[in-house]
Every structure is written in structure tokens, then in C-alpha cells.
């Protein structure tokens, strides 16, 4: 009996100490920023190389076979028994002013859970991805590093340029990778399912008391670019009556945006960028580009929204006498997450001690992508005050070991589980 408390003790601080490890890993990445007092890190950027140097640093000495793929996302191979695999990773982009949580940690809890394994084969192998891309802001579209797993880059996104003109192809040859092998970057036909550790971005799990949630679903989400044209002019000379003001069309079509999405439960709309041309405060705005963000849970609602708020954006702009173009960035149809590994991991959970709690992701996740080709299931972690997006963002050791111990139950039950290794065997 005594012997069984005192490795109930060890183990315990070796969870713990784990944890501590993840936390200060995920603080270490997060100094590898194009900013110096701030987090940024974008597309291929240089501070991506640091990234990629230093999880390879940490992940060789684990028998770690690693690889950079040709859309600059980190490849950890850990082999198994058996040569079929299983895929657990998130992204390693950020947005500007960032948190080092978003992303990092489902990167490097992977990392720990094969830490954790100490050198034991599962009769599948673990493929750590850290994606170069999720986020969408370099290119103005996101899940860069997924799509190129599901063979979904094509030359319309490879030609699609940032704001120094640079092509996506062009960002890929600097950082010294090839996109003619963008094809081999796919998933290997032997990838059994992909499963992803994130952060809640929410305020819900903290509100219930819960460490960990479940993913049923990730909810739809388009993306679209607006232009509105109009006609610049001094601003002191130039009578209201006679003006074409781009600016205040699009003041309004906001506060149309605004009071649509309010208009519908669930919905969500953001206008999160707008830049004014020429951008000067004495001239009217000639012209004005913005973007929108629309997600809810049905497709069908979704698309109705963005239908709406094209026909508003014309509206405004025939009353003003101005024009109006859009294109549309991403449509990402709502996503199920695979009911197996659902009950997989909420099984997992419960062995923790926590309460499983099932729920639906307002943000878009790599997961998304993946489930196109392959089983694919989320687990959430608390986040502290709801904060996410931001320099504030936090996690807590004991979500984190508790997100350690969820994720080594589940390779156990994964690898003993009749259901998977029927799969894997015909994979």
C-alpha cells in the first residue's frame, strides 16, 4: 500500500513538473517574434526558423524523425510498431500582439505526451505537425499549413499576395523550400486520425468550473474583402453634399454588419480590418478596404448573413454614388468532429477526474481542415478570464497536467480500443 502512494507521489510530480515544463516552453517560442516587445509571428517569417530549430532541438532526442514539408510545417515523426499513424499537432503562427499559448501548446503538449512515453512503442506511431499557418494574417487567408495536408493550395492561393507584394509562392522560395513539392506534403495514406489540444478561446469552461472540454463541432465561418470606392478630395473645400466619401460608406455598412449579426442567436460578424486610401487627415477617403468575419453553427444561416450584408454594402454604395467590390477569402462549411474519438476522449477525461463537458468551438481550428481527409477531434483547455488573442492570454498548471494525463489515457485507450486497430489494420 505504501508502495503504491509513494508512485501515486512520483507520478504526480512528474505531472506536475511536466506541466511546468510546457508553460515555460510555450513562453520560451513566444520570444521568437518580428516584434520586440510583442509577439508576431507570420508566414515563414524569420522568427519561424527559431520556432522550428528549437522544436527540433526538443523532439530528436526523443527518437523524433523531423522534417520541414514544402509549406513550412514542422513534421515529427515518432514511429510506432506498426507503421500507421496518428497525427496530434496545432500551429505555431500567431496573430500581432499575441498570447504564447493559442496554438504553441497543442504543439508542444504533443511533444509531451511522447516525452511522457519514455521511449515505449504504441502499435501506432505519433506524428507531432506544428502548422506554419492558421491564422490568416500575412496572406489575408487562413489554414495555409493544413490545406496543403488535404491538397487544398492552389495557384489562385499560391498567387495571392501580402502587403509588400510577395507572393505566397514567392514567401515559400525565400524561406528556401520548393512548391513543387507541395504535393508531397499531403497526408500519408496510412494517418489514422489527427487530434488537437487548444485552448478554449472562450469564457465557457472557466464559468462552469470545468478544466477540459470536447469539441463536438466547429462552427462555419466566411471570410470576405470588401472595397468601396469613391472619390478623394480636400477635406476643407469640398461641400458635404458634393462628396463621395469611401469612409463613411463604410462607417455605415459596419454598423450594418454589427446590427445583423446581433439580429440572429449565434451569429458572429467582425469587420477586423479597414485601411483607408490615402490616408490623410485633411482628404477624403478615396477608397476603403475592409474585411468581414461572419460564423455561425449553420451553413445555411451563415450564408444568408453574408448574402444580406453584400446587398447592404451595394445599397450604401448606389445611394452614395460610389462602387463596391468583394471577394470571397474563405467559405468554411461547419464541421462535425469524429464521434469516436468524442467518446474516446471524454472516457479520457472522466479517468482524470475532471468533468467531461461537450461543446461547440466559435473559433476555426486546424482540426476543421484535417476532417476533410481524416477522423479528427478536439480537446479544449480553460482559458483564464476568457482571454485569448492577447498578451494576457494565460493557461494553469493543473489544466495543463490535467491535459497531460487526458492525452496519455488516450493513446493508451486508442491503442488498446479493438474499433481503432481494426482501422489501423486497414489503413
Not at 507570420?42 to 524523425?65: A, D, I, K, N, Y
Not at 499559448?101 to 508542444?108: A, I
Not at 495571392?160 to 507572393?167: A, C, M, Q
Request: hydrophobic fraction near 40%; charge should be negative; charged fraction near 20%.
Amino acid at each position: 500500500m505504501a508502495s503504491k502512494q509513494s508512485d501515486l507521489v512520483q507520478r504526480n510530480r512528474a505531472q506536475s513538473k511536466r506541466a511546468q515544463e510546457v508553460i515555460a516552453r510555450c513562453q520560451q517560442l513566444a520570444l521568437f517574434s518580428e516584434d520586440e516587445l510583442t509577439t508576431r509571428r507570420t508566414f515563414l517569417s524569420p522568427p519561424m526558423q527559431q520556432c522550428h530549430r528549437q522544436l527540433t532541438r526538443w523532439m530528436e532526442p526523443l527518437g523524433v524523425q523531423v522534417r520541414l514539408d514544402a509549406v513550412g510545417n514542422v513534421r515529427g515523426f515518432y514511429p510506432g510498431t506498426y507503421s500507421p499513424r496518428l497525427i496530434v499537432g496545432s500551429h505555431l503562427d500567431t496573430i500581432p500582439d499575441a498570447g504564447a499559448y493559442d496554438g504553441v501548446l497543442g504543439v508542444l503538449l504533443a511533444l509531451t505526451l511522447l516525452e511522457a512515453l519514455e521511449g515505449r512503442k504504441l502499435p501506432f506511431g505519433i506524428e507531432i505537425v506544428g502548422f506554419s499557418e492558421e491564422e490568416g494574417v500575412r496572406f489575408q487567408t487562413p489554414f495555409i499549413g493544413s490545406r496543403a495536408l488535404v491538397g487544398r493550395l492552389d495557384n489562385e492561393l499560391l498567387n495571392r499576395e501580402d502587403k509588400n507584394g510577395i507572393t505566397l509562392c514567392q514567401a515559400i522560395q525565400q524561406f528556401g523550400l520548393d512548391p513543387n513539392q507541395i504535393p508531397c506534403a499531403a497526408l500519408s495514406n496510412d494517418t489514422l486520425g489527427y487530434i488537437e489540444f487548444h485552448i478554449e478561446q472562450g469564457p465557457i469552461l472557466e464559468e462552469l468550473g470545468y478544466a477540459l472540454g470536447i469539441v463536438e463541432a466547429i462552427v462555419g465561418q466566411s471570410r470576405l474583402e470588401f472595397t468601396f470606392t469613391g472619390r478623394a478630395n480636400h477635406g476643407g473645400t469640398t461641400p458635404m453634399h458634393l462628396r463621395h466619401d469611401a469612409m463613411a460608406a463604410a462607417a455605415q455598412w459596419i454598423t450594418e454588419v454589427e446590427r445583423a449579426a446581433i439580429a440572429v442567436p449565434g451569429a458572429v460578424g467582425t469587420v477586423g480590418t479597414l485601411e483607408a486610401k490615402p490616408g490623410v487627415s485633411n482628404v477624403i477617403a478615396g477608397e476603403v478596404h475592409l474585411t468581414l468575419d461572419v460564423r455561425h453553427r449553420s451553413d445555411e444561416i451563415r450564408s444568408q448573413i453574408v448574402a444580406q450584408l453584400i446587398r447592404k454594402a451595394e445599397e450604401i454604395s448606389e445611394h452614395r454614388r460610389l462602387r463596391v467590390r468583394h471577394s470571397v477569402l474563405l467559405s468554411q462549411q461547419a464541421v462535425p468532429m469524429n464521434g469516436f474519438l468524442i467518446d474516446e476522449i471524454q472516457l479520457a477525461i472522466e479517468k482524470t477526474g475532471c468533468v467531461p463537458h461537450r461543446m461547440l468551438s466559435g473559433a476555426g481550428h486546424d482540426a476543421m481542415i484535417l476532417a476533410e481527409k481524416v477522423p479528427a477531434a478536439m480537446v479544449f483547455l480553460r482559458t483564464p478570464g476568457g482571454v485569448s488573442h492577447h498578451p494576457a492570454e494565460s493557461v494553469t498548471e493543473g489544466d495543463v497536467e490535467k491535459a497531460i494525463e487526458c492525452g496519455l489515457h488516450l493513446l493508451d485507450q486508442l491503442a488498446a480500443s479493438p474499433v481503432f486497430l481494426k482501422r489501423m489494420v486497414r489503413a
